[in-house]
């Protein structure tokens, strides 16, 4: 009897090229994400469109779901999708709070 952990889940045909699209748009909706945060706080947008970019980050978050649901990903996995998602919303804040920082401390 073979444990069923152990077993594969194949990725059927018809979801493939959804997986594809999605797996795509998350590169994209991330790199919308991060640029409109990044633009906003060297101050080329106006606070107005953050919200916009928390928009993509949520569109890219469901990406990552469609994603790892259709393809059958182990729990594992599902967990590194999450913190991958989570990572993706923190680091341009962590970023951006050290160089402020560092700036802040070098001024002349």
């Given at each position: 009897m073979?444990d069923?952990a152990?077993?594969?889940?194949d990725i059927l045909?018809?979801d493939?090229l959804?997986i594809?699209v999605?797996?795509t ?16 706080k ?11 970019g928390?928009?993509?980050w949520v569109?890219?978050?469901?990406c ?7 393809m059958?990903v182990?729990e594992?996995t599902?967990k590194a ?11 341009p804040?962590?970023?951006y709070y050290?160089?402020d920082?560092v700036?802040?401390e070098?001024?002349?």
């Amino acid at each position: 009897m073979v444990d069923e952990a152990l077993m594969s889940r194949d990725i059927l045909v018809d979801d493939f090229l959804t997986i594809f699209v999605s797996s795509t748009l998350v590169l994209v909706f991330g790199g919308f994400y991060v640029g409109i945060y990044t633009a906003v706080k060297v101050k080329l947008l106006k606070k107005w469109a953050m919200p916009f970019g928390y928009i993509f980050w949520v569109l890219t978050a469901y990406c990552l779901y469609l994603m790892g649901s259709l393809m059958h990903v182990n729990e594992l996995t599902a967990k590194a999708l999450v913190v991958a998602a989570i990572g993706l919303l923190l680091l341009p804040h962590a970023v951006y709070y050290m160089q402020d920082h560092v700036h802040e401390e070098n001024e002349h």
